[in-house]
């Protein structure tokens, strides 16, 4: 369950907790299409995580958003 509410989170203050993470590697190519978007359409679905800063849901939005530079992303809270 999310929290529904939509807030900007600081991109540094995200962990990965890459050893429990079901994909072990991200798709370069997929990153860099996503990135494409993001500059061209925005960020439509927020990443998911939880109120600790562990990431539960996006980390390829989350990976094209830190290639393009991002400070922050829009989250929102896994409940």
């Not at 990965?16 to 993001?38: C, F, G, I, M």
């Not at 927020?46 to 094209?64: K, Q, Y």
């Amino acid at each position: 369950m999310t929290s529904g509410i939509f807030k900007s989170y600081p991109i540094a203050s995200i962990n990965v907790d890459r050893e429990n993470r079901q994909r072990k590697e991200l798709n370069e190519a997929a990153v860099r299409s996503l990135a494409t978007s993001l500059t061209t359409i925005g960020q439509i679905n927020p990443i998911v995580i939880e109120r600790s800063g562990n990431l539960r849901a996006g980390e390829t939005r989350l990976a094209a958003a830190k290639l393009l530079g991002w400070d922050s992303i829009m989250v929102q809270f896994a409940e």
